[in-house]
């Protein structure tokens, strides 16, 4: 029986995010949120880690303003209940109060044995939660996991380096965090989206989670964000192939892209 | 005097974080340091030196591939209180991700992720990251010391002369969590700098089978390019090796073309590829986002596009 917290974050889903024509800001109110991408394969790795060896799992999320529709999403995937956090407060925290946070919602959760979290973020993807988190709970992390086996003393896990892959041991408890490498999420079905409505969702207000005000304030702000422009030319070529193929052999050759 | 101590396990990628150390010393009224663990050698030494190191604060008894990023994070942070560090600055390879964001928690302070640029201001560190998938760039301030960064590697050129820098010994006693390396697994390399190709072809899930990425790697040959790819094609599939894959998480390249083939171009694609001179794309969906990002958007089909082109060129190009 392994217990196991997934961290899931809810971002803009970054590739519907158009730049202001002028400011060049990005018009986040106008792309729709989603799961972060990689916390969904830490969902579906904790899904499988308990189809096997038994246990519950646990979503946390934490955020200024958290979506029940997504929530709901977890526990139609298989998650068996969620804690959360949602408070404007939390639209400036930088990587050091979101861990803080999520530490003190996962003390609530009580006992566990594995956090899994996506190693980066879909809007950030500063790699930072999984060590952070590991830190407070003083256990180890494993990111860039791309295959995990529980094993009677720990957990086994094939963690991919530049040089290849490392296969690691760590203790329990341990911090993973995953990318999209270690498995495909399912997508719920029918009855499974049903049996979710049912699931339990705590709500828990980010003063319960007794932290003080310096654990509450960012140390790194935002002061701005712009889109960077690539201008490109947007040429369509269409057409039968031999045609395409024929036009596209004449503008290598001619802008001089390809040499005799 | 304050301090801004560099760390990387690559000696090498801890010299280009010593350079860039050295720009920002005078307006942050610090000195510059490097740490180094487990055995250090005259090549190690030397690296420090080309980055114009002056000190390196030596651990013996910690190694990073043997005790893992938590033990890292710990001699880190206890070097950085004990010289009292303004900035840890991290070179941004895979374990510096791991080790950089652990040392900023264990220091209680902020951490701004794979630096492009860095500038001192009178409030604190501006810091300059690419966000939303990397195609916005986030501008940051640090409001809390020390600032902890890991900066991109291959943005600034150690070339020190190389007095040999003055070594001080620390011995530091690790309680963080160990990990037990098992085994390393060497991946296959395509032994290839991707940044500096000219010429890529790059293949994405639009190939089907394995096999069809011969069509790619012909196109290639006739062209003298590199072979790229999407991260699905080396992460999931492993159909090519790792050090192909460009985007966010892979390599960013910056060639005179960038042939992309079956490819959506999605923005953590397309980050990888903006600083190419050309970009054509062949895709059968004439709305795939990488259609709207290239210089020649060709609506086709890869499996007929593609030999045909390879044909042609061979023709045109007399091979
Ligand atoms: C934090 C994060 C980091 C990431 N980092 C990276 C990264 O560094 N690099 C990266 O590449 N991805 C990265 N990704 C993944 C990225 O979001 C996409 O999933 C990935 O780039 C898609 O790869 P693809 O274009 O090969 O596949 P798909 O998106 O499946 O696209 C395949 C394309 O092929 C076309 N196609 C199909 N058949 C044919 C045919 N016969 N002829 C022509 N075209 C055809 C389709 O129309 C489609 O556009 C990252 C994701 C996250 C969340």
Redesign the interface.
């Known amino acids: 029986m392994v217990d196991i917290i997934v961290c899931l974050k809810q971002t803009?889903d970054?590739?519907q995010?158009r730049?202001h024509p002028e400011t060049l800001e990005?018009q986040l109110g106008q792309a729709p949120r989603k799961i972060s991408d990689f916390d969904l394969n830490a969902l579906e790795e904790a899904l499988r880690i308990k189809e096997k060896h038994g246990g519950r799992v646990v979503a946390v999320c934490v955020g200024h303003d958290i979506q029940q529709l997504l929530i709901r999403e977890a526990l139609a995937m298989g998650a068996d209940e969620a804690y959360v956090v949602s408070d404007p407060r939390l639209e400036k925290a930088?990587?050091?109060v979101t861990?803080e946070v999520l530490a003190a919602l996962i003390r609530k959760v009580g006992r566990w044995d594995l956090i899994l979290c996506g190693e980066?973020s879909?809007?950030?993807?500063?790699?930072?939660?999984g060590?952070?988190l590991?830190?407070?709970f003083?256990?180890?992390?494993?990111?860039?996991a791309v295959r995990v086996e529980l094993e009677d003393s720990g957990v086994?896990v094939w963690k991919?380096?530049?040089?290849?892959?490392?296969?690691?041991?760590?203790?329990l408890p341990a911090v993973l965090a995953v990318?999209?490498?270690i498995n495909t999420p399912r997508l719920p079905s029918l009855l499974m989206i049903r049996a979710a409505s049912k699931k339990p969702i705590h709500e828990v207000k980010l003063s319960e989670l007794g932290l003080s005000e310096?654990q509450l304030?960012?140390?790194?702000?935002?002061?701005?964000?712009?889109?960077?422009k690539?201008e490109?030319?947007?040429?369509?070529?269409?057409?039968e192939?031999?045609e395409?193929?024929?036009k596209?052999?004449?503008?290598?050759?001619q802008?001089g892209?390809?040499?005799? | 005097m304050s301090t801004i101590l560099v760390y990387s396990e690559n000696p090498h990628a801890a010299a280009e974080m010593l350079v860039a150390a050295r720009q920002l010393a005078p307006s942050l009224n610090a000195s510059t340091a490097a740490l180094h663990l487990g055995s250090m050698s005259e090549q190690d030494l030397k690296a420090y030196a080309a980055g114009g190191a002056e000190l390196v604060y030596h651990v013996d008894g910690v190694d990073a591939?043997k005790h893992?990023?938590?033990c890292v994070?710990e001699a880190l942070a206890n070097v950085a209180r004990n010289v009292d560090a303004v900035m840890v600055l991290v070179a941004a390879?895979?374990?510096g991700?791991?080790?950089?964001?652990?040392t900023?928690?264990?220091l209680?302070?902020?951490?701004?992720?794979?630096c492009v640029q860095l500038e001192a201001s009178s409030d604190g560190l501006?810091?300059y990251r690419?966000?939303?998938?990397?195609?916005?760039?986030?501008?940051?301030?640090?409001?809390?010391k020390p600032y902890v960064v890991s900066l991109q590697t291959g943005r600034y050129q150690p070339e020190g002369s190389g007095s040999q820098p003055r070594v001080e010994k620390v011995s530091i006693e690790i309680t963080?969590?160990?990990?037990?390396?098992?085994?390393?697994?060497?991946?296959e390399?395509a032994g290839v700098d991707l940044e500096k190709a000219e010429?890529i072809v790059s293949v994405g899930r639009g190939f089907k089978k394995r096999e069809d990425l011969s069509m790619a790697e012909e196109l290639a040959k006739v062209?003298?390019a590199e072979l790229g790819c999407s991260?699905?094609i080396a992460?999931?599939l492993k159909w090519l090796p790792?050090?192909r894959h460009i985007g966010?998480?892979g390599k960013r390249v910056k060639p005179?073309?960038y042939l992309a083939l079956g490819i959506s171009g999605?923005?953590?694609h397309l980050v990888g590829i903006?600083d190419s001179k050309?970009?054509?794309a062949?895709n059968t969906d004439?709305n795939a986002?990488i259609?709207?990002?290239?210089?020649?958007?060709?609506?086709?089909?890869i499996y007929?596009?593609v030999p045909?082109?390879t044909?042609?060129?061979k023709k045109?190009?007399?091979r």
């Open positions: 803009v970054v590739n995010v730049p990005p930088d990587g050091l861990a980066a879909l809007d950030e993807s500063a790699y930072q939660t060590p952070r590991a830190e407070i003083n256990i180890p992390h494993i990111t860039y086994k991919a380096m530049e040089g290849g892959i490392h296969v690691v041991k760590a203790s990318g999209l490498e310096e304030t960012p140390a790194v702000e935002t002061l701005q964000v712009k889109a960077l690539v490109r030319r947007r040429i369509t070529l269409e057409g192939p031999e395409l193929a024929q596209l052999a004449e503008i290598l050759v802008e892209l390809v040499k005799k | 591939e893992g990023p938590a994070a390879t895979r374990l991700r791991e080790v950089a964001p652990r900023a928690q264990r209680k302070t902020g951490y701004a992720a794979e501006v810091a690419g966000v939303l998938g990397g195609t916005y760039q986030a501008k940051l301030l640090f409001k809390r963080a969590p160990q990990l037990e390396l098992v085994e390393i697994a060497r991946a390399s010429l062209i003298g991260r699905p992460g999931d790792e050090d966010l998480s005179k073309l999605q923005v953590q903006r050309v970009v054509i062949v004439s986002p259609m709207s990002e290239a210089d020649y958007a060709v609506v086709g089909d007929k596009v045909l082109l044909e042609n060129l045109l190009l007399g």
